[in-house]
């Protein structure tokens, strides 16, 4: 069983910061490309930054230049430092990792599958 949990959402003012981290745990054997994606209230879930194990990174452009994802790979952790936050960053924020689960003696188990933590609420106020 493979879980992901996020943790560091809540309300802050336009302009301040928040700090995501999300941690996958269970019987994994690797993990790739982890991320961040939000959805906001009647709106489609959409990507906000992704990396790769290798350390690549991708942005949406709204987020460029004010989110920074990274992660401690010895950790299974992702984390998302967002600063210059405004209004319409706010949103439920959910993790997402592609792992490839370990059977029971550490060997792979089938291909990598897509798993998604709980969400985690993020607000903005103006």
């Known amino acids: 069983q493979v879980q992901l949990v996020e943790s560091g959402g809540g309300l802050v003012q336009a302009g301040g910061s928040l700090r995501l981290s999300c941690a996958a745990s269970?019987?994994?054997?690797?993990?790739?490309?982890m991320g961040w994606y939000r959805q906001a209230p009647g709106k489609q879930r959409e990507l906000v930054a992704t990396?790769?194990?290798?350390?690549?990174?991708n942005y949406a452009d709204s987020v460029k230049g004010r989110f920074t994802i990274s992660r401690d790979s010895a950790k299974n952790t992702v984390y998302l430092q967002m600063n210059r936050l405004k209004p319409e960053d706010t949103a439920v924020y959910y993790c997402?990792?592609?792992?490839?689960?370990?059977?029971?003696?550490?060997?792979?188990?089938?291909?990598?599958?897509?798993?998604w933590g709980q969400g985690t609420h993020v607000t903005a106020s103006s």
């Open positions: 990396i790769t194990n290798s350390g690549s990174t």
């Open positions: 997402n990792a592609e792992i490839t689960p370990s059977t029971i003696w550490g060997r792979p188990q089938g291909p990598n599958l897509a798993y």
């Open positions: 269970g019987s994994i054997f690797s993990i790739n490309a």
